[in-house]
């Protein structure tokens, strides 16, 4: 799938959840000790990038779906950025 939010990003609802986090943090920190929660979506985004979300998925989708390798090179992982030229 390369059409929609899938072109630029391989894992868009990985991305949007690490968002939401952040925007959760960014409401938190304009209350008192807000601020103190600023582990919480530092933690979710480590999660979510190494440990049970987006490497998790790549190592799987290696290993079953070799012929996704071009889309693989030219499509950021994590965050949305323009697909670079295919090889």
């Known amino acids: 799938m390369d059409r929609g939010l899938w072109r630029f990003t391989r894992h868009p609802n990985y991305f949007g959840d690490a968002t939401l986090w952040w925007g959760f943090y960014l409401i938190a920190a304009g209350a ?48 949305p950025w323009l697909p670079s030229r295919p090889a």
């Open 32 to 79: 008192g000790n807000g601020w103190l929660t600023g582990f919480s979506p530092v933690i979710m985004t480590f999660l979510l990038m190494r440990v049970s979300g987006v490497s998790f998925l790549e190592r799987t989708l290696k290993r079953t779906k070799p012929e996704s390798a071009d889309y693989t090179r030219r499509t950021s992982a994590f965050l």
